[in-house]
């Protein structure tokens, strides 16, 4: 069974400090892992990574893969209020229709 | 461009009743897509696999007679909660692969049942 495990389950910081966000895996062929913020409705897309070590990159946000420590991590510096969210971490394998297997979420909030 | 639009946003039902919503896929064709409950402060958790003109592949713990799917056409699932109850209530959002590795989200309909 494929299983996503995230921490911290929440995290408190404030403005202009940089966190970092952790996902550890374990899945049936592996096909990719994602990264998505919600806030109060669906989640909105980050990031999906297919290969360990090239680092992607959106503004303040970035991720990066382990595969061979079945691991990822996603970065925010110089945070702000707005990126107050849970942060789910999902992976791929290559069956099951690729259906996605998600996270606890961390849940950020990040004071003025 | 591909977008995934779920119908109702938000449902409010007595208890007893049934309530069906919709997840369309809108400029591209989703043989598959998936069935997501989410409760306050937890994660996604998949229901359902809906599979288009076969069964649905329902998780494990799912009641697949209490939540009927119908993929009826290339675009459309439907999720229907039947017999609703107040434990019903939660988040259901729905997706589809529009080609790539990664699920397009609806934005989620809020089912509250009193």
């Known amino acids: 069974e494929d299983k996503v495990v995230q921490s911290p389950l929440s995290l408190v910081v404030h403005e202009g400090d940089t966190v970092t966000l952790n996902c550890s895996y374990e899945v049936t062929n592996f096909r990719s892992l994602l990264w998505y913020k919600q806030e109060k409705k669906a989640p909105t897309f980050l990031f999906m990574l297919t290969s360990s070590g090239i680092e992607k990159k959106s503004g303040r946000l970035s991720s990066i893969l382990d595969k061979k420590e079945l691991f990822s991590i996603l970065n925010i510096t110089a945070t702000q209020t707005g990126d107050s969210a849970v942060y789910l971490c999902a992976v791929v394998g290559n069956t099951n229709a690729g259906k996605s297997t998600f996270g606890d979420g961390t849940t950020l909030t990040v004071k003025p | 461009g591909a977008v995934v639009s779920q119908h109702p946003s938000r449902v409010i039902c007595k208890s007893g009743t049934s309530v069906k919503i919709e997840c369309r896929s809108l400029d591209f064709q989703a043989t598959t897509m998936f069935w997501y409950r989410q409760f306050p402060k937890q994660s996604l958790m998949l229901m359902a696999t809906s599979n288009e003109g076969s069964k649905a592949t329902y998780e494990q713990g799912v009641e697949k007679d209490k939540f009927l799917i119908n993929h009826a056409s290339l675009t459309l699932s439907t999720l229907t909660v039947t017999s609703a109850h107040p434990e019903d209530s939660s988040f259901y959002i729905c997706?589809?692969?529009?080609?790539?590795?990664?699920?397009?989200f609806g934005p989620g309909t809020r089912l509250t049942v009193l």
């Open positions: 997706s589809a692969n529009a080609g790539g590795t990664r699920e397009l």
